[in-house]
């Protein structure tokens, strides 16, 4: 069964200061992994995606995500905050042979301080 | 605009009123799905369905109904709600089996206040 843990709901930072936040996931088979952000009143847009090629993903707005399989991690980083980054972020997972089912974590809401 | 299309954005009713929250999808997407997303809760997924056929009843009460005409089109018919029904209710669509590495398209959602 898939599973994912985000560390911390809520992370604030500093407008120019690095941006992580962090998911773990749980899988029994090699996992496809995705990063969504979600702003005030919106649906999910997906920011990034892991399946298997590179390790190092790079998304949209700057962000990227780096997959370690030793660590079962796959953190979202950016080097350097905008204060219209303040959202909401969710982790994802999926796995080959579980249909079309993603899993997601239950969210960290990033704010930004000018 | 997302490719999925969700009405109305906003929308208030009496716990006796009977309403439906329409999505519309023209992506070629044949899986769709609705979610709850309530303040400080985990996104909550509440039915899937792949051409037309249901495929996940997360135990959603029955006052929450939906359905789905075409792969295009899904609805959520809703009668006697209950104050803690109030979230934004999120739709997506993803191409059946390839969910995996594609993911879902989601809609802006429709924000529901029960009253």
């Known amino acids: 069964a898939q599973s994912v843990t985000q560390l911390g709901s809520h992370v604030s930072v500093s407008e120019g200061a690095l941006v992580l936040l962090r998911c773990n996931y749980s899988?029994?088979?090699?996992?496809?992994l995705f990063w969504y952000v979600q702003y005030p009143n919106q649906g999910l847009q997906l920011l990034l995606k892991?399946?298997?090629?590179?390790?190092l993903v790079k998304g949209i707005n700057g962000f990227e995500a780096e997959f370690k399989k030793s660590e079962t991690s796959f953190h979202l980083t950016k080097p350097s905050a905008h204060m219209s980054d303040a959202a909401e972020y969710f982790c994802?997972?999926?796995?080959?042979?579980?249909?079309?089912?993603?899993?997601f974590g239950g969210g960290t809401r990033l704010m930004v301080k000018p | 605009e997302t490719g999925v299309t969700q009405t109305p954005r906003h929308l208030v009713m009496g716990m006796t009123n009977k309403k439906s929250l329409k999505c519309e999808q023209h992506?070629?997407?044949?899986?769709m799905y609705w979610y709850k997303q309530s303040a400080k809760k985990p996104l909550e997924l509440m039915f899937v369905?792949?051409?037309?056929?249901?495929?996940e009843n997360n135990s959603v009460p029955s006052r929450f109904s939906p359905e789905c005409p075409n792969s295009s089109h899904l609805f959520l018919h809703l009668h006697t709600l209950q104050p803690e029904d109030s979230a934004l209710y999120l739709c997506?669509?993803?191409?059946?089996?390839?969910?995996?590495?594609?993911?879902?398209?989601f809609g802006s959602g429709t924000r529901l206040t029960v009253v």
């Open positions: 997506a669509s993803s191409q059946n089996n390839r969910a995996p590495t594609y993911g879902y398209t």
């Open positions: 899988s029994s088979v090699p996992p496809y």
């Open positions: 892991y399946t298997s090629a590179a390790t």
């Open positions: 994802a997972v999926s796995e080959s042979n579980a249909g079309n089912m993603l899993t």
């Open positions: 992506l070629g997407h044949n899986a």
């Open positions: 369905y792949n051409f037309k056929e249901q495929t």
